[in-house]
């Protein structure tokens, strides 16, 4: 299974992070413990949603589309 996840900001909550993950608990660990270069500033992190997916290449383009314009606005809105 590969799993979109969105992240938000415990200290920041405008900030979000998408990524794409087999291991959801873990990769949260990293990210809180700062070893995540680019969500490292804004740790803590809470989880906010995820969503699994048996196909790979469709768990990348569901991260890809999120990580858009219009993918942004429809996670802020719906998810």
Request: glycine share 0%.
């Given at each position: 299974m590969k799993f979109v996840y969105i992240l938000e900001s415990v200290n920041h909550p405008d900030r979000?992070?998408?990524g794409l993950t087999e291991n959801v608990d873990m990769r949260v660990e990293k990210h809180n413990a700062g070893q995540v270069r680019h969500t490292s500033?804004?740790?803590p992190w809470r989880l906010k949603t995820y969503v699994g997916f048996t196909d790979t290449v469709r768990a990348q383009e569901?991260?890809?589309y999120l990580k858009s314009g219009s993918g942004r606005a429809f996670s802020r809105k719906r998810l």
């Open positions: 979000h992070y998408t500033k804004y740790a569901f991260e890809k």
